[in-house]
Nanobody, 127 residues
Framework: QVQLVESGGGLVQTGGSLSVSCAASGLAFWNYNMGWFRQAPGKEREFVAAIQWSGGSTYYSDSVKGRFTISRDNAKKTVSLQMNSLKPDDTAVYYC????????????????????WGQGTQVTVSS
């Protein structure tokens, strides 16, 4: 049974930092590209960042580039998202997701391309 469990969300002031993590179980984590998505109330789920199975390549949305950093530890089966210079617009539920790397030649950035999802963790940035 595949499980992705996010942790680390919370409340932070504008300009602050927060790190969220995702622990995976029940899958060969090192074979999966991992992504972070977010969804704010009344909005569609949007891509935030992704990392290749090896950790060799990372991808970011324009809205977080330069502020967020995605990383992974294949030995611990975890993927993390370090968020700096947070803005109220970053307020959302953050989800991690996994996609088997063999399924496509490039890292996926669309929600429907991902096989497995966590339950999400709330990040709230106060102004």
């Amino acid at each position: 049974q595949v499980q992705l469990v996010e942790s680390g969300g919370g409340l932070v002031q504008t300009g602050g930092s927060l790190s969220v993590s995702c622990a995976a179980s029940g899958l060969a984590f090192w074979n999966y590209n991992m992504g972070w998505f977010r969804q704010a109330p009344g909005k569609e789920r949007e891509f935030v960042a992704a990392i290749q199975w090896s950790g060799g390549s990372t991808y970011y949305s324009d809205s977080v580039k330069g502020r967020f950093t995605i990383s992974r530890d294949n030995a611990k089966k975890t993927v993390s998202l370090q968020m700096n210079s947070l803005k109220p617009d970053d307020t959302a539920v953050y989800y991690c997701a996994g996609d088997r790397a063999v399924r496509r030649p490039v890292v996926a950035v669309l929600p429907w391309e991902y096989e497995y999802w966590g339950q999400g963790t709330q990040v709230t940035v106060s102004s």
